[in-house]
């Protein structure tokens, strides 16, 4: 069985940030993972970074991941790296901030979503700007020890951000490893989405997962608990066990009409421990 983290930015929403990391343990999660909190701010008050990280030190869980600033999400935005001018800068600025933070506990792994299209841009501009700020994340990943992810999305849900297919997710982990010459960039799959695109997922799996430095699930239709959909996850599951991937698996689905606490009756309790 895989080692499953909880994903605190779309389970257990329903609770303040700062109450999330207790209540992950409590439902028996030894480690969880975060998409940046501060959706405002890429540069939020140390009093703010501070208590957060009380927060998960004193619910005895681990961080695993975590996300570069990206604008609003949930929302319309994906990502800022790409994005010419003031979103950009912003991502710039929330580099060490986010690379700071997630070393101090122990974070072995940033997610630095690519952004949208732009109108009126040259995508050329935008990949160029693109590369030299994946760069600088990969360089602030590797001084703490950790691994750049990259994500493809879907285009269904997010139809102006560009890396919406496996293959197109990894020839961008290419050019940044080309360009850091650090090797730390790896594709982040997630197979929600990677459905969503209509992708063959045991294909992905077989070509892929040599480069994967993280899994994210959620069953589809609906992005709900595996088995709320149609997708044969613990199938898909069983298969990047076999092709070798002993990393974590995010549980980045939505609960329902239900308290988080509940939407884990899929799992048994001894797979949620791990750290």
Known sequence: MPR????????????PLLERPAAAAAA???????WWPWVDTPTPQHS?????????????VRL????????????????????PGAES???RANVDVAAEFAGSLGCTALNALYGNRAEGVDPAEQDALALENLVLAARAADRIGATLLIEALNRPESPRYPLVSAPAAVEVVDRVNEASGLGNARFLMDLYHLSMNGEDLPSVIERYTARTGHVQIADNPGRGAPG???????????QL????????????????DRPSAE?????????????
Do not use: C, H
């Open 4 to 15: 499953f983290n909880v994903n605190l930015s779309i389970l257990f929403t329903e609770l």
């Open 28 to 34: 028996g999660f030894g480690a969880v993972e975060l």
């Open 48 to 60: 703010q970074l501070t208590a957060l990280k009380r927060a998960v030190e004193d619910a005895g």
């Open 64 to 83: 695993t991941g975590l996300n570069f600033y990206a604008g609003r999400l949930p929302g319309p935005d994906r990502g800022a790296l790409s994005l």
């Open 89 to 91: 800068e912003r991502f």
């Open 228 to 238: 709320t959909g149609s997708l044969p996850l613990m199938d898909l599951l069983g």
């Open 241 to 256: 066990t076999r092709a070798g991937y002993d990393g974590w698996v995010g549980l980045e689905y939505k609960p329902g």
């Open 263 to 275: 939407a884990f009756d899929w799992l048994p309790t001894e797979s949620r421990a791990a750290r």
